[in-house]
């Protein structure tokens, strides 16, 4: 009932379940349903405090020699923790915490997490306050902690999220999977997978209740992490052929971070070794909205920076490309939102077929490369090493034209390294034009490699085109879609294509090793192949074209734009042979 001030509390000291032994094997398998769920209401007139929560649901031990910690939800099990606060009162806060599984060992080990089934850890801090009122939220999915040498596998569901308002102060911190070499050597070592869906949000919103101001308005404070490690050395190989999704919310401000994956050292990294990073035609999508989750930009898909020894990044599909595939498809390729974020020692490998990127790499690089100052060099931020594969394609994206995308649009893709290669064969793929008005483009509007040296000798500039209406202008002039630093250029490319038979590109290389691209229209009629009926249509249509169509014949527009969308001559021709001269003749 409503009071002065009210307090409630439900509460885990420390574990729900708890296992430990010495020398030998720690094991729990749920095949059935695992509910463990903490909830505290507290209403008051002036004031009022709930607290919920349990800092871990399941927790593992074990020491001696070769120490092994096992958990098992099977394709049956649903493991399901939560914690839910609510405070109602003139001046409110609320505190939620929740946590899922514990792994520790201080002896060198094995870590199994194995999830087939559904596996949900949610916490959630609600701060009705009607003139003040602060809400935290903190959800953590698996924390192993040791030495450990993991074998973490999910094929399953798994699911994280923390969730916090308040009218003042709101802050929400997630993490899925948190792996601490924090013991003897500090090395972590073994294999991290996920071959299913690892979701993972932190939404922190001091907006307040509808129609209350706060007496001294706050801003909310989100931070989510799919997979983060830390430790001194680290030899450990994540595997991703899943989906990995991290978003990050508040309603205002700049208190906001997402990272798909995260690796970081204790402090005191050796520098020895490296460990690796692969995507094999997963999804990693890193995302942070500042206006309550209407509009999404990048966060980091992936974070090598603070990593303590060298990491191999491989990007990879599923070793077909479009083209290749062209008209069969779809292609089966790696997607990547977000950027990815280098050191010195870090290296990007590009390989068996696509890999679609929509972020930066290295944002610190585009930061000094688009300020317009002399004095910001960036080569000094652009770090690491990217290689194309000869089987392997980069597609760079910007997909400003693609309505679907509009809420996540943060701009053209860009990358930024110091050292670049492609392979013979290997693939640099550019959605360009984005625009159905033609000439000089500005630079920084569409997407681009800058790298300290770069080495394109017998590669494959392709453009994929994209533009608001689906239609295109005569001509286009992109600047420096390939730009080099200090170390210059080595080769050319062996080819430039498009991926429309109604669009042509040429490179053309100045003295300062850099490649520009010139985008042109082929003419409707120009097709090679077309015989003379054909050829008929298309002149018939190439006399009323005009690039803003949309404006004045919107379906017409629309049939037109279908016929951008085809890079098969013969396919071409056929569709001419659909349409009548007379019906599209003006």
Partial sequence: GATDSAYASAWAEDF??????????????????????????????????????????????????????????????????????????????????????????????????????????????????????????????????????????????????????????????????????????????????????????????????????????????????????????????????????????????????????????????????????????GNIWASESTDGGATFVWGDAINTVNAPNAVA?????????????????PVDHGDIYGNIELSADDAVNVAFGETWFDGLVNAPAYAAWSDSDALTDPDTYATGSLTIEDDGLLFLRDDRGEADDSVDYAGPAHVFVDSFTMEAGGVLALELPSDPTGGAQTVDTYPSVYATEADITGGILEVRPSSSNGLYDDDYFFDNVVETGAGGLTGTFADVRTTSVLLDADDTYDADGNVDLDVSRVAFDGVAGLNINQSAVGGAIEGTYSSALDATNPEYANLLATLFTIADPVEYANALDALSADQYAG
């Fill in 313 to 329: 990044i491989s990007l990879l599909g599923d070793g077909s490309t479009y083209l290749g595939a062209y008209p069969a498809g």
């Fill in 16 to 281: 729900v379940v708890y296992q430990s032994a010495i020398g030998s094997t720690v094991t729990l398998t749920n095949n059935g349903d695992m509910t463990i769920g903490f909830a505290a209401n507290a209403a008051g007139d002036e004031s009022a405090s709930a607290y919920a929560g349990v800092t871990t649901a399941v927790y593992q031990s074990a020491e001696g020699t070769a120490p092994s910690l096992n958990f098992v939800n099977s394709a049956t099990g649903v493991f399901d923790v939560s914690a839910d606060a609510t405070a109602t009162a003139d001046d409110a806060y609320a505190y939620a915490i929740a946590g899922g599984v514990y792994q520790f060992t201080g002896d060198p080990g094995t870590f199994t997490f194995n999830n087939a089934g559904s596996f949900s850890v949610a916490a959630n801090a609600d701060a009705n306050g009607a003139t003040e009122g602060s809400a935290t939220a903190t959800a953590q999915g698996y924390y192993a902690e040791g030495s450990p040498g993991l074998a973490f596998s999910n094929s399953g569901t798994f699911n994280v999220s923390a969730t916090a308002a308040g009218l003042d102060d709101a802050y929400a911190y997630a993490i899925g999977a948190e792996v601490d070499g924090s013991e003897g050597t500090g090395t972590i070592t073994g294999t991290m997978s996920n071959a299913g869906t690892i979701t993972v949000v932190a939404d922190a919103d001091a907006s307040g209740l509808a129609g209350v101001t706060a007496v001294t308005p706050q801003l909310g404070s989100a931070y989510a992490t799919g997979i983060y490690m830390h430790s001194n050395t680290n030899a450990a190989t994540i595997t991703n052929s899943g989906t990995i999704d991290v978003s990050a919310i508040v309603d205002d401000g700049s208190s906001v971070g997402a990272w798909g994956i995260y690796i970081g050292n204790n402090g005191a990294p050796t520098g020895v070794g490296s460990m690796s990073i692969v995507n094999a035609a």
